[in-house]
T-cell receptor
Framework: AQKVTQAQTEISVVEKEDVTLDCVYETRDTTYYLFWYKQPPSGELVFLIR??????QNEISGRYSWNFQKSTSSFNFTITASQVVDSAVYFCALKDSGYSTLTFGKGTMLLVSP | GAGVSQSPRYKVAKRGQDVALRCDPISGHVSLFWYQQALGQGPEFLTY????????KSGLPSDRFFAERPEGSVSTLKIQRTQQEDSAVYLC???????????FGPGTRLLVL
């Protein structure tokens, strides 16, 4: 069975702080895909990144970076120099290769204050 | 290009009413998914279409829920005899294929009184 755990329910930071959102996953599949989505107050889920299980190279995109570690089944997301516009709920999701749907964690609400 | 669109954005229904929620996927996307998101929770899978074929409906919570995609494009999620526990945000997503990244619409917020 697939499972995604986001242990942090809510994180509050002050603008310009760095923040890391944790994601731990469980799957029996050897080939799988991991995702992060952002859900601002408007409600739409915005795709941020997709990683394949066979590619553990970390990725950086502007102020965003992702640390994928198969040994600990984690796919953490770091925002550097956070901004107020980063305030949202962030979801980590998992998809097995033979299964089309996404399994989501419960989300982490990030509040960035000025 | 246009993203996934959903209508209505908000729907208030009296308990026992039937509702229909519409999803317009991204043009050319053959895979379409419906998810239900309760307050403070992550989205949960309801059903999946590949073109017009409903390949997985294992997430539909009861036989009051019905989804269709007759021409392989627009999809409708219908809830019959709505109950208060049906109150949630209903999200639609589409992808080029079953293994591709899913892109989500803005959702329909359903409130059953």
């Amino acid at each position: 069975a697939q499972k995604v755990t986001q242990a942090q329910t809510e994180i509050s930071v002050v603008e310009k702080e760095d923040v890391t959102l944790d994601c731990v996953y469980e799957t029996r599949d050897t080939t799988y895909y991991l995702f992060w989505y952002k859900q601002p107050p408007s409600g739409e889920l915005v795709f941020l990144i997709r990683r394949n299980s066979f590619d553990e190279q970390n990725e950086i995109s502007g102020r965003y970076s992702w640390n994928f570690q198969k040994s600990t089944s984690s796919f953490n997301f770091t925002i550097t120099a956070s901004q107020v516009v980063d305030s949202a709920v962030y979801f980590c999701a998992l998809k097995d290769s033979g299964y089309s749907t996404l399994t989501f964690g419960k989300g982490t609400m990030l509040l960035v204050s000025p | 290009g246009a993203g996934v669109s959903q209508s209505p954005r908000y729907k208030v229904a009296k308990r026992g009413q039937d509702v229909a929620l519409r999803c317009d996927p991204i043009s050319g996307h053959v895979s379409l998914f419906w998810y239900q998101q309760a307050l403070g929770q992550g989205p949960e899978f309801l059903t999946y279409f590949q073109n017009e074929a409903q390949l997985d409906k294992s997430g539909l919570p009861s036989d009051r829920f019905f989804a269709e995609r007759p021409e392989g494009s627009v999809s409708t999620l219908k809830i019959q005899r709505t109950q208060q526990e049906d109150s949630a945000v209903y999200l639609c997503a589409s992808s080029l294929g079953p293994q591709e990244t899913q892109y989500f619409g803005p959702g329909t917020r359903l409130l059953v009184l």
